[in-house]
């Protein structure tokens, strides 16, 4: 699976949009990017995943660039809550589930 | 109801010891996981079932054995327990092998004094 890179940390506002970045310039074009994220003291917690269009839930939406070199996860409202180790993960889709966690981006939200 | 459980939440131990970790899920999947997160915060694969079969067996020393009695069930037992053991353990579980949609549990710390 192709690598990904994220700043090690960033601080976010809470109430305002909070865009996380990540590089997978060698991404490959059956595969997939996945967020994680992981409260402290918690299990990490699948957010959202996408392969070329934009993706939105209920948690976040994943901006993909159209080179798919990139992608920008977006939490609308950042809350205190939100506070946590957010991974990018890149994987084949109908893979073998070998989600390779890489160190992350630690995301604090300060009031 | 927790999705994922996982028993003991806290495990200390003396090395050379030998110790499990239960882990259920209740979403009726397929595919349960064992992950081991280390001191450096490192989450790592070290072993996977898909209806009770081995699926996926990182290179992890033999004192680690999984066994998945049911679907809904994996558990994993540790021989001789060494300082480097000491870890969170983390049981996932995921509607199939090949998604990529994966629930975890809280996570059981393990320290090996």
């Known amino acids: 699976d192709a690598k990904t890179t994220q700043p090690p940390s960033m601080d976010c506002a809470e109430g305002r949009a909070a865009n996380l970045p990540c590089n997978h310039s060698?991404?490959?074009?059956?595969?997939?990017v996945y967020w994680y994220r992981q409260i402290h003291s918690q299990g990490p917690q699948y957010i959202i995943h996408?392969?070329?269009n934009n993706e939105t839930n209920e948690m976040a939406s994943l901006i993909i660039t159209e080179d798919r070199k990139s992608s920008t996860l977006i939490l609308p409202h950042a809350t205190l809550r939100d506070t946590a180790v957010y991974y990018c993960?890149?994987?084949?889709?109908?893979?073998?589930?070998?989600?390779?966690f890489g160190k992350g981006n630690q995301v604090v939200v300060i009031p | 109801d927790t999705a994922v459980s996982q028993t003991p939440k806290y495990l200390v131990t003396q090395m050379g010891n030998d110790k499990s970790i239960k882990c259920e899920q209740n979403l009726g999947h397929d595919t349960m996981y064992w992950y081991k997160q280390d001191s450096k915060k490192f989450l790592k694969i070290m072993f996977s079932y898909n209806n009770k079969e081995l699926i996926i067996n990182e290179t992890v020393p033999n004192r680690f054995s999984p066994k998945s009695p049911d679907k809904a069930h994996l558990n994993l037992h540790i021989n001789s327990l060494e300082l480097g053991d000491s870890a969170v353990y983390f049981c996932?579980?995921?509607?199939?092998?090949?998604?990529?949609?994966?629930?975890f549990g809280e996570g059981s710390r393990l320290t090996v004094l």
């Open positions: 996408g392969l070329k």
């Open positions: 996932a579980s995921s509607r199939r092998q090949d998604t990529g949609e994966l629930f």
């Open positions: 060698t991404i490959s074009g059956n595969e997939y």
């Open positions: 993960i890149v994987r084949v889709f109908y893979g073998n589930n070998r989600l390779a």
